[in-house]
Structure formats: structure tokens, C-alpha cells
T-cell receptor
């Protein structure tokens, strides 16, 4: 497909387990973003990648959260020792470019992965 | 901290009547402002954006928003609601050198009555 895809669409896990969430951005998009949307709230920024590198990870809540993008395309968000408070919809977005004044920095969002920690 | 406030968590209108969704932002720097729509089980979609050009911004599906610096507002309007407009709407702001970091409001759920 032409849009951002995320897998799985739903993930149920137990407290203390490890999970990986995958994001496939739009082909050719150099910038990739992760957001977290808790119930009844707007999405909150977690991390953004420019190419393979994490240019800003200031939104990651703690060191249990980590994300990679080894080849500059697909990204994986990894959560260790999950807690019930991690339950949320995790959204991925991509853009052609990034940067102030760029005309190609519109972020296109995927449908999200709903994570439930029991 | 920079923020954006959506004044109504729910708005209900009848089909064919005007829509007004309210948004205010904090004003430390010149912002870029956006409205996104989220339909159930679908990704967020950009409706329109303001980036310091014309203060009245027209978007998709007949929506428009006006940037009012004196009021620090960016309210979303539509002259006539359709049933298909029922969704969650987010006002979003970004600033300066961190323009890639979208700051979302808490959302307004628009209900359209037949």
C-alpha cells in the first residue's frame, strides 16, 4: 500500500513482558516519528528519526522504551518490562523531509498499534 | 511548556448546520498550526495547516480555520456539517526549531445528528 503501515494492529501482553511494535513508512520518506496516544488524550511525541539516527528521543518516558531504524526505512519501537501504564495506541508517522520551512514535512500517520498490558 | 487547548471535548450539531471547534495555543514563539481528523480505525489525516502565510486557511472537505494572533486562537469551522464529518478532531501546534515535534490538543469529538 501507499500509506504508513503498522503491525500488529493489536497487541495484548502481560505485565513485565517485552514487546516490539513495527512501523513501515511511506517509501522514500526520510523522517519517521513515534507518538503515543493514551485513552481520551491527544497523541504525545516520543521520538523522531532522520534516516537511521534518532535525532530527538526526548519524548521517550524512560529507559524501558527504545526505538531503532537500522536501514533508514522500517522502525521498531521496543518496550521492556511492560507496565499497565504503557497501555495506549502507538502511532507512527513519516514525512518526506523534516525541517523548518520545508514544504515536504507533512506527517502522514499510520493506523496505530493498540497495546494492552494486563 | 508549549501547549494547545481544545475548549470542548464533545460538540454535537445537526446535519446541515455550521460547525465550530475551538482551539487556543500558547504564544511563546510563532507557531505552525494544524488541524487533524481521526476517524475510527483510521490514521490521523491532515485537514489544514497555517504556517505564517494567509491567516484564513482553507482545508479539505470544506473546512477552514482562521489564525488570530491577538486571541491566540485557531478555531475550525465548516458552513454545513455532513454525517461523514463525525470524527475526532485535533488541534496541533509546532514551534521553531522543533517544528517536527507536533503538540496535540486533547481532541474534540464531533457528533452529527441526522
Amino acid at each position: 500500500g501507499a500509506g504508513v503501515s503498522q503491525t500488529p494492529s493489536n497487541k495484548v501482553t502481560e505485565k513485565g513482558k517485552y514487546v516490539e511494535l513495527r512501523c513501515d513508512p511511506i517509501s522514500g520518506h526520510t523522517a519517521l516519528y513515534w507518538y503515543r496516544q493514551s485513552l481520551g488524550q491527544g497523541p504525545e511525541f516520543l521520538i523522531y528519526f532522520q534516516g537511521t539516527g534518532a535525532a530527538d528521543d526526548s519524548g521517550l518516558p524512560n529507559d524501558r522504551f527504545f526505538a531503532v531504524r537500522p536501514e533508514g526505512s522500517v522502525s521498531t519501537l521496543k518496550i521492556q518490562r511492560t507496565e499497565r501504564g504503557d497501555s495506549a495506541v502507538y502511532l507512527c508517522a513519516s514525512s518526506l523531509n523534516v525541517g523548518r520551512g520545508s514544504g515536504n514535512n507533512e506527517q502522514f500517520f499510520g493506523p496505530g498499534t493498540r497495546l494492552t498490558v494486563l | 511548556a508549549q501547549s494547545v487547548t481544545q475548549l470542548d471535548s464533545h460538540v454535537s450539531v445537526s446535519e446541515g448546520t455550521p460547525v465550530l471547534l475551538r482551539c487556543n495555543y500558547s504564544s511563546s514563539y510563532s507557531p505552525s498550526l494544524f488541524w487533524y481528523v481521526q476517524h475510527p480505525n483510521k490514521g490521523l489525516q491532515l485537514l489544514l495547516k497555517y504556517t505564517s502565510a494567509a491567516t484564513l486557511v482553507k482545508g479539505i472537505n470544506g473546512f477552514e480555520a482562521e489564525f488570530k494572533k491577538s486571541e491566540t486562537s485557531f478555531h475550525l469551522t465548516k458552513p454545513s456539517a455532513h454525517m461523514s464529518d463525525a470524527a475526532e478532531y485535533f488541534c496541533v501546534v509546532s514551534y521553531g526549531d522543533s517544528s517536527y515535534k507536533l503538540i496535540f490538543g486533547s481532541g474534540t469529538r464531533l457528533l452529527v445528528r441526522p
